[in-house]
């Protein structure tokens, strides 16, 4: 009977492990749609089944492409260029691909996901479902781990910021539930790595900064076979393709080359920001050599100080500090292995990527990625490493400050335009580049412009037709310049009032430009007529915004205190004005904060014909507070000193004014008399 029994289950764990062997992993878009319709089914229990399932897949999915492609590399080398050979090779690695990738997580057409799937796990959006859910659940400790890994990539999400301080003030909730689920090893390792390094820790922050550099080669090796998968061909249709076998195999190569170019940008860069950390990879020796000097291990600091120069020959600080290594040595060193071997490759795919693409028939220049780090003082020849500050300062950043620089921040020109006048300046709203201005329009032209609104504002203009694009609690409504001539030269509304908005808006320009002297001309960049307007039924108890606090040119980052210049921000907007045109609501006043987009440093209560104009940058964080009663109107103004970005449909109603001027259709004049010129 025992017997029996035993081979009985002896036979059912058999059949067990061949249908699990069998099984197919599950796509991560179908479980990532399931977890949408249960949160919006209120189902929070399956939310967490399916997105941490989802999750799991996508994961999955992402280290069996990685771990098989490098088996299949291995396993099928080219030994020879005769032409024969390299097919066959192609074919044995393919069929390997194919065997591999079916074997771990089934078809392979299973898994062939949209871009835009893609890009919400990219971007960790379900990660925002996850918190949601399990703080519907009331597991505080999963929910702020799920809301950290979020905030990490998208820390302009002032919501999800406002959480998290929640998060941190409920009990059960400890410092180290905010976890990033997502954290890159090599990033990991490396910032550990530097907070050791700063409070003088040397010895221990050697151990972290040499496991960092073994990740981030390991890191590299994973990216570059990502890139070995399906490739995009801009702008060609290859399912019409007229060149030869050996052109399509080299674009297909070469977009290949440029994906695994790419990998050196895509590993510096921190999750959530488009540029890269400046110099990461040779820092890590930087630091290196410098550590194991403090803790006398000097062989290993001339190595890595070799290396670091392997990425920036003759860079002087380190060529002192190899002579100091030298002199106290009695003997010369070695860069690293692994180093020489990384940029070898690099140049070998460089070299290709320049003829590749010039077969593409596009454009390609070479380009370091690694940013000298400047001259270090070395009065007492001691090794000098660095202070740990260039870590966090993307590139972007420090080119917009060369390339894009604003003039000489400087304010209190004239104000051009009679009975305008400064109710504060900077100083009095604890800011820089700041200024509120009243009596820009009369009564009268505010109400003529209110009236143009109600009739040629639409819901969600400018936000893509969503009506409530800041908050649910309220309709925001807008019309562009050009839009409002349109109308006017329809008879929908009187002409003269398109032709109003038109010229206040030009006078705002010139006061800005003139008040803040601009030694160039500042162009618009956007003009919007909107108006906001509280939703009856929804105004109890609110504690959002109407327009969350931001920056107009740059993404806020309340948690670094960084305003990273880089898109979606308009990075080109250089000035920034709001022209009211009433004062009979509740709520509504304009709000400048501090970076960390809590701490008001400014509140200013809107009225009929008060400009708030400020330059756009990270240095004016602002936002609305919520309208509870009635509606704001407002002409809302973007500037921009680079005639490149000139708003496109302010250059169509100039050309629209031009020809009405000429048949003189305008009955009066606005009678706006400037009392200085420019």
């Known amino acids: 009977m025992n017997m029996n029994f035993r081979t009985c289950g002896f036979f059912i764990c058999i059949i067990q492990t061949l249908l699990l062997s069998s099984a197919t992993l599950e796509p991560f878009d179908l479980l990532y749609d399931s977890g949408v319709e249960a949160f919006y089914k209120g189902d929070y229990g399956s939310v967490v089944r399916y997105m941490e399932s989802a999750l799991n897949s996508f994961s999955e999915v992402r280290r069996t492409r990685i771990t098989c492609r490098l088996k299949c590399r291995d396993q099928n080398r080219f030994d020879s260029f005769q032409t024969e050979k390299i097919f066959e090779v192609i074919l044995h690695k393919a069929h390997c691909l194919n065997e591999c990738i079916d074997g771990k997580i089934g078809s392979q057409s299973m898994h062939k996901i949209s871009e835009d799937v893609i890009q919400d796990f990219n971007r960790r959006i379900p990660y925002n479902y996850l918190q949601l859910a399990y703080r519907k659940l009331g597991q505080l400790d999963k929910a702020a781990s799920a809301a950290h890994t979020y905030f990490q990539a998208n820390p302009e999400h002032v919501e999800m910021g406002e959480d998290l301080e929640q998060y941190k003030a409920q009990k059960g909730v400890k410092e180290e539930h905010f976890i990033d689920r997502e954290s890159r090893p090599h990033q990991r390792a490396f910032f550990a790595g530097v907070k050791l390094y700063d409070k003088g820790h040397y010895e221990e922050s050697v151990s972290l900064f040499e496991k960092a550099l073994s990740e981030y080669y390991h890191a590299d090796e994973d990216c570059r076979a990502l890139c070995e998968g399906p490739q995009h061909f801009e702008e060609q249709d290859h399912v019409l393709y007229k060149y030869s076998l050996y052109e399509l195999i080299s674009d297909h190569y070469t977009q290949v080359l440029h994906c695994k170019h790419e990998c050196v940008r895509d590993l510096a860069t921190r999750p959530g920001r488009l540029s890269p950390m400046e110099n990461y990879l040779p820092l890590h020796y930087d630091y290196l050599q410098f550590a ?74 070479e380009g370091s990625y690694w940013s000298s780090s400047g001259g270090r003082e070395d009065a007492n020849r001691i ?38 006048h400064v109710v504060l300046n900077s100083l009095s709203l604890n800011g820089s580049q700041r200024v509120v201005l009243d009596d820009v329009i009369s009564d009268e032209q505010c109400s003529d412009l209110r009236n143009l609104a109600h009739s040629v504002a639409a819901a969600g203009d400018g ?35 398109a032709r109003l908005f038109y010229d206040v808006s030009e006078k705002a320009r010139r006061i ?46 309340p948690e670094a205190n960084e305003c990273w210049k880089e898109p979606p921000a308009y990075t080109y907007r250089d000035y920034s004005a709001l022209l009211y045109l009433n004062g009979d609501f509740d709520g509504g006043e304009f709000i400048f904060t501090e970076m ?60 629209v004014v031009q020809a009405l001027d000429n048949q003189h259709m305008f009955e009066d004049d606005l009678r706006i008399n400037p009392k200085d010129e420019l």
Not at 351 to 356: A, F, K, Q, Y
Not at 463 to 472: F, I, R
Not at 513 to 521: I, W
């Open 292 to 365: 194991y000097y403090q803790a006398g291990r000097y062989e290993e600091a001339l190595d890595c100080a070799l290396t670091y120069l392997l990425f920036h020959e003759g860079e002087e600080f380190m060529t002192e500090n190899v002579e100091f290594y030298r002199e106290v040595l009695g003997h010369d060193g070695q860069p690293r292995k692994e180093a020489k071997g990384y940029l070898r490759r690099h140049k070998q795919e460089l070299d290709l990527l320049l003829i590749g693409s010039s077969n593409l028939g596009v454009a390609y220049t």
């Open 512 to 557: 800005i430009e003139s008040y803040f002297k601009l030694n160039s001309t500042l162009h618009f960049s956007y003009t919007h007529l909107v108006c906001r307007t509280a939703i009856s039924g929804q105004q109890d108890h609110r504690n959002d915004l109407s327009h969350p606090i931001h920056a107009d040119n740059c993404l806020l980052d």
């Open 383 to 420: 090794p000098s490493g660095t202070d740990g500050w260039m870590d966090y300062v993307p590139i972007s950043a420090k080119r917009n400050i060369t390339m894009s620089k604003l003039p000489e921040l400087r304010e209190g020109g004239p104000l051009l335009y009679e009975n305008v």
């Open 596 to 655: 960390d987009a809590k701490t008001v440093t400014a509140s200013v209560k809107p009225r009929c014909g008060r400009l708030v104009g400020f330059s756009s940058g990270g240095e004016n964080p602002h936002g609305v507070r919520a309208v509870t009663r009635g509606q704001r109107c407002a002409v809302a103004l973007w500037f921009t000193l680079n005639p490149l970005y000139r708003e496109l449909e302010r250059l169509q109603a100039d050309e």
């Open 463 to 497: 936000y893509k037709g969503k009506m409530s694009p800041h908050t649910p609690n309220e309709r925001f409504e807008g019309a562009t310049v050009l839009k409002t001539f349109k109308f006017g030269y329809e008879g929908r509304v009187p002409l003269k009032s």
